[in-house]
């Protein structure tokens, strides 16, 4: 059975948790991959808020080697960069979580200095950090990355029964909504919807099902404004999920 991967935002050089992120999830075959997206106007990423403000964004468990340093720079340019030190003498795992005037990351363990692009400062390093891609669409959302492999792999090597989640409609919504998937073998089937935070707002279907498509309406009774997410996980190993607006 494949589980998404939370991800979980930090404030940089200490442990206060500003929240948590839950990717979207889509599947082709064998290959997983997984789109994490901070909202910037929600929960207490304040740092990113305010330029050269930096969070680490730890995903356990994920391939993504070590975590992210992501800051925010001048004209709504991010930059997101590995944690991990690239210097060959480095005796610590994730060393790089401090910073000097919000943009200079420091390794605690031999004092080089990284740019919040992942260029060197000072050394010893001589190599910069490695670097992922961030999307930023002006609407106060940023897409951190896209890694492949986010959630557990296929059983056995096999591709599982296939099932497809498209995407609510319409969305954002107001009142009301369709969510529709579609079985190509029979399977027992979860379709859940969470709070931005994670938490469990509503368990849309929940039972054995035949192959077909499904149609499934949904409300906003009850729901404040905002994003939430709906999960499709089938006996077949397939995990799916999708984001859904509330607007009111």
């Known amino acids: ?26 599947q082709n075959g064998t290959l997983v991959s ?10 207490g990423y304040t740092a990113l808020q305010q330029t050269w403000g930096s969070v680490l964004v730890t995903i356990p468990g994920s391939t993504l ?15 997101a960069v590995s944690n991990i030190c690239t210097h060959q003498g480095c005796s610590i ?16 363990c031999h ?20 670097s992922y891609q961030t999307s930023y669409d002006g609407a106060n959302t940023l897409q951190l990355l896209n890694i492949p492999g986010l959630t557990t792999g296929v059983a ?21 909504t369709t969510i529709e998937y579609t079985l190509a073998a029979p399977a027992y089937v979860v379709l859940t919807l ?6 469990e707002i509503a368990r849309l279907a929940d039972g054995q099902q035949g192959a077909g498509k499904y149609r ?22 397939v995990t799916q999920t999708r984001r859904l607006l509330v607007t009111k």
Do not use: W
């Open 93 to 108: 795992g994730e060393p790089i979580q401090s910073s000097y005037a919000g943009y200079i990351f420091v390794c605690q």
């Open 1 to 26: 059975m494949q589980k998404a991967l939370t991800a979980t935002v930090l404030a940089v050089g200490s442990a206060k948790v500003l929240g948590k992120i839950i990717p979207d999830i889509s």
């Open 65 to 79: 080697n070590g975590s992210l340093l992501v800051t925010r720079g001048t004209n709504n340019q991010f930059y």
């Open 34 to 43: 997984g789109t994490y997206t901070i909202h910037l106007d929600q929960y």
């Open 156 to 176: 056995e090597g096999q591709v599982p029964g296939k099932a497809e989640l498209s995407q609510n409609y319409p969305n954002p919504l107001s009142v009301s």
């Open 216 to 237: 499934i309406p949904f409300e906003s009774t009850g729901l404040q404004s905002g994003t939430y997410f709906y999960t499709l996980r089938t006996s077949t190993g």
């Open 194 to 199: 969470y709070s931005e935070d994670g938490r």
């Open 111 to 130: 004092d080089s200095q990284f740019k919040y692009d992942g260029s060197v400062v000072q050394g010893p390093a001589r190599r910069p950090l490695t």
